[in-house]
């Protein structure tokens, strides 16, 4: 009787644990309120509206943000907008991450780079904040720099002295031309992530 009861429990905690490596927090950070939506530091949150639209989902007014759930090949995709404004973002991530049971390896944070040409694609298993708020909040809340982090290039094409206003500026009549496009590669680049793994999304995506 005492085997036949392990031999469950051990069953039970293997399907658990499968279902636990199949929900994957998708982070898009941006700042809450009108006069943000449409800026260059708000793509976090461009980039996940972009694929609940996509997709028929909405998102749900939560504790410490918006969240909308997508379904996809068996995994179950958290799509998280913190309304903590950039600079606490961990707070929200630490919270949602907890609450799901969702491990550190499936969590991706959307944010914005002025290191990269617009649009282009970076993403990275770990690695510092690189300057972004955002990302330096989040560090510290969760003590680690070992999550998935997948930046979108917006350029650094401002004058000295001008970077916040470029940065809380809104995309140019250029930008916004290309924006659609870019969006759905970014869209592709979430189900990758949690369907083929992040080293083959990498390899995939990188430099696109």
Do not use: C
Request: aromatic share 12%; hydrophobic share 40%; no cysteine.
């Amino acid at each position: 009787m005492i085997n036949w009861f392990n031999n469950l429990f051990s069953r039970t905690e293997i399907t658990d644990n499968k279902e636990y490596m199949k929900k994957f927090l998708i982070v898009g950070l941006g700042n809450i309120g009108a006069e943000y939506v449409n800026t260059r530091h708000n793509i976090g949150f461009k980039v996940v509206d972009f694929l609940a639209k996509k997709e028929g989902i909405s998102f749900e007014t939560v504790k410490l943000g918006a969240l909308a759930e997508y379904k996809f090949k068996g995994r179950t995709f958290l799509l998280l907008k913190p309304n903590t404004y950039m600079n606490l973002s961990g707070k929200a991530v630490q919270y949602w991450m907890d609450k799901e049971n969702i491990p550190l390896e499936n969590i991706m944070v959307i944010t914005d780079d002025l290191n990269l040409s617009f649009g282009t694609i970076r993403i990275r298993k770990k690695g510092s904040d690189g300057g972004h708020n955002g990302l330096k909040n989040i560090n510290l809340v969760l003590n680690t720099q070992q999550y998935t982090r997948f930046r979108f290039g917006i350029s650094d094409e401002f004058k000295k002295g001008k970077q916040v206003d470029y940065v809380l500026g809104e995309w140019d009549d250029t930008e916004k031309a290309a924006l659609p496009e870019r969006l759905e590669l970014a869209s592709e680049i979430i189900k990758s992530f949690g369907t083929a793994g992040i080293e083959n999304t990498m390899t995939t995506f990188n430099g696109k």
